[in-house]
């Protein structure tokens, strides 16, 4: 039973590592903690294993997984990750004649834990707001919100 | 479907075009909507390439790490049951025995008794243990009663 478990997990860490750790690259931002998120990712799912029914496909599950613990990482460390925004909306001047400014990762420091967790899961990752509201213990209705705020903060920052 | 709805959707209609024909129809005579949609598929686009993937140099360490972890982990989880269980067939089988050998009479020996005395008649008292067990013979030995010794006139 555990020998199969741990050949379940040794199997995804082979075949979805790569999806997992860029999913924790966009959330959290540099390669370092994205690989810590992508660790406990792939640890969370050894020991969740057993509420894995197998009718979703595995990387639809470990997507979930990716985003609540990468969330939970950018909470815990919020004042490390989030404390130089200020600059951001004056660091680079619009392209003459292009709508919107070349976008920067940086950018995405504006948006709050939550509302960065929801635009990355929702345009990224390809996540249904049932499935982010699931993955983030938050309402459907409060992820809707979270990713109207994050568009709204991102067009700000970028024109 | 207001406009607010049709933006919530704007990842699905990129992902799965002509899927979502009422909507469709409204982006293209509805200003704000095109624009939205212009400008989540640019951050698509630009966040894809935003963050490269590492190199395979890179990511086979981690996952061997990772799986080392995950092996790390089922055997701190899975020891403990073992070393119980271990501990069980300790209690049960092998506690009894090493008890049980401590407190044999010297009437439960009557077989090794006699083998063992009469190899030590037979031969030598080293021949005689042996032959059999030594932990027997040391314990006739030291603990027979001299009356058996008498009657196998030893």
Redesign the interface.
Known sequence: M?RQ??KI??SW??QY??KV??IS??LT?N?EDA?DC??EV??KA??KLGSFRGDSHPMAWLKRIAINTCYNFLNRNKVKQWDAVEDISTSEEPVPGA??R????AY?RVLSPLERSVL?G???D?LS?KALAAALDTSENSA?VS??NA?GK??KVMT | MTCKEIQAMIPEILREPGKHPEAEKHIETCEACRNELAFIRSLQQELRGAFPQPPLTETIPRRIKVMRKVRYRTLQRYGIYAAAAAAVIVLTFLLPSLFSTQDRTPEMYTYYETETLEAMMAADLSEGMRISDEAIALYLIENAPMNTLEDLSF
């Open positions: 555990a478990k741990r997990i040794d860490i082979i590592y790569d750790l860029a690259l966009r931002g390669r690989g992508t660790q792939f640890i050894w020991e709508q919107f070349t976008f920067d990762p995405l990355v929702r345009v990224y390809e707001f809707k990713y109207h568009i991102l067009r």
